[in-house]
């Protein structure tokens, strides 16, 4: 018998704006689901194989997608559901610091290797006030007024990490404070391979789980969403790696791709209804067939996406910077890539014209029109 967790998730209806709620079950070794509506005590999904959902990602405040409706887990459903899962759930803030944020994608990587799951990623560039705040225990020490200018002196990008005894292992993954201690004790972890001492030593972690509830707050609480916005919104680009590269584990490494020759300039993790998708992708209208854009549109609404502002390498707004970056994304189907550009990116992570890894602006006069869509509109 597959053992049966139990949930309750909310449907918010874009049509009408009404809240949902459901009872949630899924059978863990079958990898069915089923779905009660709660207010009509009715059924509303029969037990069905659902390949969409897994286990790792049923945690609460979690969203997923089930047959077009984005859930969101609020509760767990039952005691034993609670028992089994929460211990699962333990969360904590892992922070790339200025000195490593060009290798953020190579990080991203070893965070998905590590088995992490990424619930919310935002990047910031924290004002000193801002800096100040998120340090504030830390206040007259005779570090402080250097570690506020270090962290406000560049974008930041902020992840919240899921698994079980997420704090310690993230911990663990960092490696000492010191870099060069890291590289002497703990010669595969982060802080040894991209810090460089005991003060510029690549990322953050919380030192324990009510600090990580208290640090996470500060990035994605209600109404943080404003707190280091650093979105330019003027000669950058759109670029939103699809739910399958973060699926697939091969976020980070087209991370690492795009950040060869390009700068990332805004990065938050997004989940997309068919109406936000279908903005994005108006374009396709007549470019692909009616079957094909709907199963893209399933698709980019399968799970979390990670949206990033793509801008010149040095940063810089740059009038010419959708084109090459269109450039580097390649065909829509990724089999003409391997083709004629087996370098670029839905060449390297694309599987077919649907799974085809990465979106990208098309029109130039269409930059910052999606960026500012995405950073100002979306990403609230």
């Known amino acids: 018998m597959a053992t049966k967790y139990a949930f309750i998730a909310e449907w918010l209806d874009p049509g009408t704006g009404y809240l949902w709620k459901y ?26 194989r659902y390949e969409g959902v897994t286990l790792p990602q049923l945690y609460l405040g979690n969203t997923i997608m089930v047959y077009s409706r984005q859930l969101k887990i609020t509760e767990y459903g039952d005691d034993f559901t609670c028992g ?3 211990a699962k759930s333990e969360r904590t803030l892992a922070m790339i610091k200025p000195d490593a944020i060009q290798h953020l994608g190579k990080i991203v990587h070893a965070v998905q290797k590590a088995g992490f799951t990424i619930g919310a990623l935002r990047m910031c560039q924290l004002s000193a006030a801002e800096a100040r705040a998120f340090y504030h225990e830390h206040a007259g020490r005779p570090y402080f007024d250097k570690l506020v200018a270090f962290i406000s002196s560049g974008r930041v990008l902020a992840m919240e990490l899921v698994a079980p005894g997420a704090v310690a292992r993230w911990r663990a993954l960092l490696g000492p404070t010191d870099s060069n201690q890291a590289r002497a004790e ?3 972890s982060i802080r040894a391979h991209f810090g460089t001492d005991k003060s510029f030593n690549a990322a953050h972690g919380s030192d324990a789980a009510h600090t990580a509830a208290a640090e996470l707050d500060f990035f994605f609480g209600a109404g943080r969403a404003s707190v280091g916005r650093c979105a330019l919104c003027r000669g950058t680009t759109l670029a939103i790696l699809k739910p399958s590269t973060l699926r697939d584990g091969v976020a980070g490494l087209a991370l690492d791709v795009i950040m060869d020759r390009f700068a990332v300039t805004a990065a938050t993790l997004l989940s997309l209804n068919h109406i936000t998708a279908g903005e994005l992708m108006e374009v396709y209208k ?4 009616p079957g094909e854009l709907s199963a893209m549109l399933e698709e980019v609404t399968s799970g979390p996406c990670l949206a990033l502002e793509v801008a010149d390498k040095s940063g810089a707004p740059s009038s010419d910077v959708v084109g090459r970056f269109r450039e580097l994304v390649g065909p829509v189907d990724p089999d003409v890539g391997r083709i004629l550009r087996p370098k670029c990116l839905r060449a390297m992570f694309g599987t077919d014209k649907v799974r085809n890894g990465v979106h990208c602006t098309d029109l130039p006069e269409d930059g910052e029109l999606e960026v500012t869509y995405v950073f100002s509109v979306l990403a609230k």
């Not at 007549?286 to 067939?289: D, K, P, R, Y």
């Open 23 to 48: 009872q949630l079950f899924f059978y863990a070794e079958t990898n069915e689901v089923e779905m009660t509506d709660i207010k009509n005590n009715r059924m509303f999904l029969k037990r069905i």
């Open 84 to 86: 089994r899962l929460e």
């Open 186 to 188: 703990a010669p595969n």
């Open 286 to 289: 007549g470019v692909l067939a």
